[in-house]
């Protein structure tokens, strides 16, 4: 069976996601607990929202009164992109085993923002709680279970993939590359074998690389395979390296994608109890994620060549246009990651 992802709909996915590849960081709030009933809230919200439409940030509980915002925002006003803010309770909450609730009120709506919760208590260990943009109202458990952990960190994989556009190109450069099931098979497997090996390495803080510099690099990855890619559609040559083995490429380029992963799963942080596995569920919710999305690639190529005559007649012309819209997006974000990184 040959693999042939060259519709339309993935080149117009690929132009809508240029702006925004890779944004994959969340609304940051931590909850420290400073006394018994005394908690500072502070937050840092990512700035691709306008200035005064960020959400506000406010924390939850019956018995807890907003003593002061120290950022200088009236409550219930826009949080600005950095602040924070002081609250006293009438109880230990931590000792009656009781729930804190973060509330994120998007007065303008929500940009597709996810949100990490961090809570810092005077004891114990730190929790961390990831969530995706419909949830605005995050209870902090005060424990957490292995269970708790393991749906977290396995959601968090899959969002993270499923957001980060640069990857998904990547991906869907080797499906075209591969060409047949099993060669795509083995060439997704190597991707995955490798990512996770950088991944962990980074994440246990045993070998990292500059964040700029992997996302630099990941982009000229695109780049470079959207480049053999054309090559190929435009003389048929196959006698590249690319094209004689693309386990090694994906392999190579494996490595270098596991660094990008880590820089999410590094601002997530791991539970100090269960730093391996969270690390595991993570990884696992990564690979769940790009299986599906490899999936819903083949299904909605054969339900266009079988329903939509024009793909079935012009699906070579379709693919070229799918890959000069890849090589356009990679070539935008490298020259962006470039300013970035020298500037």
């Not at 950095?82 to 009781?98: E, P």
């Not at 209870?139 to 499923?162: F, N, R």
């Not at 391996?276 to 054969?302: D, H, R, S, T, Y």
Request: glycine share 6%.
């Amino acid at each position: 069976m040959r693999v042939v992802p060259a519709i339309l709909g993935a080149m117009l996915w690929a132009f809508a996601a240029l702006p925004s590849a890779d944004e994959a960081r969340p609304v940051y709030v931590e909850v420290s607990q400073l006394q018994a009933n005394e908690y500072l809230v502070k937050w840092k919200i990512p700035p691709v929202m306008a200035e005064g439409r960020e959400p506000a940030v406010e924390l939850r509980y019956s018995d807890c009164n907003f003593a002061t915002d120290i950022s200088g925002e009236a409550r219930g006003r826009p949080a600005g992109l950095i602040g924070r803010s002081l609250y006293r309770c009438d109880t230990d909450l931590v000792a009656l085993g009781n729930t804190l609730s973060v509330e994120l009120i998007y007065r303008y709506g929500n940009p597709a923002l996810s949100s990490l919760v961090v809570f810092k208590p005077l004891t114990g260990d730190v929790a961390q709680l990831f969530s995706g943009p419909e949830q605005t109202s995050i209870e902090i458990p005060l424990s957490t279970s292995a269970s708790a952990v393991a749906k977290q960190y396995t959601v968090a994989g899959i969002e993270h993939i499923l957001a980060g556009t640069d990857h998904l190109l990547f991906v869907l450069c080797l499906m075209m590359i591969a060409g047949t099931f099993k060669r795509l098979l083995l060439t997704v497997t190597g991707f995955t074998l490798a990512h996770s090996i950088t991944l962990s390495l980074a994440t246990l803080d045993i070998f990292r690389l500059p964040t700029e510099l992997v996302e630099l690099l990941i982009a000229l990855s695109i780049l470079l395979l959207a480049v053999e890619i054309i090559k190929h559609q435009r003389h048929g040559a196959k006698d590249s390296f690319t094209w004689r083995y693309p386990v090694s490429v994906s392999t190579v380029f494996g490595l270098l994608h596991g660094f990008g992963f880590a820089v999410v799963l590094q601002e997530l942080g791991l539970p100090t109890a269960m730093k391996l596995p969270a690390l595991l569920f993570f990884n696992i919710g990564v690979e769940l994620g790009q299986l599906g999305f490899i999936a819903a690639i083949l299904v909605l190529v054969m339900v266009a060549k079988k329903q939509i005559a024009l793909v079935a007649t012009h699906q070579a012309t379709l693919a070229q246009w799918v890959v000069y819209a890849m090589g356009v997006c990679s070539a935008y974000w490298l020259l962006e990651r470039s300013a970035l990184l020298f500037s």
